[in-house]
């Protein structure tokens, strides 16, 4: 395991994303088909797999699908593929439609036509969409801190994940609050 896939599981996944993996996990429904975007080191899709048919995962960084095909290959988890790429790209190439498609802290790191264009493509594709990213921040700190280095500035501004949404052509179901005050998971429908 290299060593940004030992820090990442160690210390990201464990400490943030393992609750809202767990709640993500929660509204995936037995049988699915899931489609993973952001997937960075499979937590999600290896908490589901005894109860899923398939699952892909996609990441940008090699480091992570590697240890998240390694974790899957240990484990026996047959109907799991990893990969890394350019989700856009990798959208194009899709084997199967998947039931269930989930979005990980992937939406503010893209421009917002190239979020807004993912989300359509796959609110076509996916009969539910579950998106985990960021909130409004609950303070003028914690939006400043985002804002020096992990997203955008105008990401707030135009509304987030709610407006991407909405600019797709697809609706919320709900929204679930995360134990991270920054973090939200939302619930959508099929697009138009």
Known sequence: MTRLALLWRRWVSARYLAPINRQLAAEVPDGATVFDLGCADGELLLRLAPRIDSGLGIDLSDALITAAADRADRAG????????????????????????????????????????????????????????????????????????????????????????????GIPIEKEISTAHPALRIWVAGKGK
């Open 77 to 168: 988890y047959h109907n799991l593929t990893f990969a890394d790429g350019d989700v856009s790209e990798m959208l194009r190439m899709l084997p199967v439609q998947p039931t269930v498609s989930v979005v990980s802290l992937l939406l503010h790191e893209l421009p917002r036509q190239e979020a807004q264009l993912l989300l359509q493509r796959l609110g076509q594709i996916s009969d539910k969409l579950l998106i985990a990213d960021l909130a409004e921040p609950p303070s003028a700190l914690t939006r400043l801190l985002l804002s020096l280095g992990w997203l955008d500035e105008d990401y707030f501004e135009q509304g987030g994940v709610r407006s991407l949404l909405h600019a797709a």
